[in-house]
């Protein structure tokens, strides 16, 4: 959510693609956005999904299609029971005992760098932190916490990443231990190194995004409650198709073909 919120403020929004659990593609409505979005769902199991990941891939090469490939190396959420057994793992591999992350899972990330390497502009690092707890989802709903989020980007450039497997892998359990180190020294000082200080999104831009999709929403729900038979046969084939195509992973045909120009089109993982 929050990498949506700095994808905002970036004018990037509408870039932004993340590889994601498989189960999320389950959800009801939610996933069928997931999929118009062309989120890449994984199970997580290699064996299964490194083809997928490289098919999703090879349709994102387009250097005039912007997009920012959000990956999460960890796996999974941050937990003090996943912490102690990634510190187990390390103690027994002789990697780095983090207390913030978790130890990192190379494999999809030097997928994603292998197969887009020729169209990345470059690797964005970014560790985020919030003030004063880790928040869960009801605290976002009702805006209890976090008080602050704290943003860290690194830009790396692609000649600053290694070629070979083995040294792509030690180079991110360095960036995590460089990533675990922050979060230290955040938690000790407030904030990051170097910090500046985003302005407030317009509020009128706000409310006027929040009362437009209140009220389609709202329209749609009362056409579909009480409108003719003909708006709940159509919601009901287009909730059908959006199903449809979402179980079987089924896109559709692209109608209006990348935008020419100059501007160089940003791709970052």
């Not at 769902?41 to 387009?62: F, G, M, T």
Request: charged share 25%.
């Amino acid at each position: 959510m929050y990498l949506w919120d700095l994808a905002l403020r970036k004018g990037h929004l509408g870039y932004i693609k993340y590889i994601l659990k498989s189960s999320l593609m389950k959800l009801p409505i939610f996933s069928w956005a997931f999929h118009i979005f062309e989120f890449i769902p994984v199970e997580r199991k290699w064996e299964i999904d490194e083809a997928i990941i490289q098919n999703k891939l090879s349709k994102y090469k387009n250097p005039r299609d912007p997009i920012w490939l959000a990956v999460f190396p960890e796996g999974t959420d941050y937990t003090e029971k996943k912490c102690i057994k990634s510190q187990e793992y390390a103690s027994e591999h002789g990697l780095p005992k983090l207390e913030h992350v978790l130890l990192p899972k190379t494999k999809g990330f030097i997928c994603c760098l292998q197969e887009l390497r020729s169209s990345l502009d470059a690797v964005y690092d970014v560790t985020i932190a919030y003030k004063h707890r880790l928040p869960d989802f009801l605290d976002n709903v009702y805006g209890v916490d976090p008080s602050e989020v704290h943003i860290h980007i690194r830009t790396v450039q692609l000649s600053d990443i290694p070629t070979s497997e083995d040294e792509i892998t030690e180079w991110m359990i360095e960036r995590f231990r460089q990533k675990d180190q922050l979060l230290s020294d955040f938690f000790v000082k407030g904030h990051f190194p170097d910090e500046g200080t985003e302005g407030d999104l317009s509020t009128r831009k706000c409310l006027a995004n929040v009362f437009a999709i209140v009220g389609s929403t709202g329209i749609c729900l009362y056409l579909t409650l009480f409108s003719s038979v003909w708006f709940k046969i159509y919601v009901v084939a287009s909730c059908a198709y959006l199903s449809f195509v979402t179980h079987y992973n089924v896109l559709p045909p692209q109608l209006v073909g990348s935008p020419e120009g100059d501007v160089k089109a940003k791709k970052a993982v």
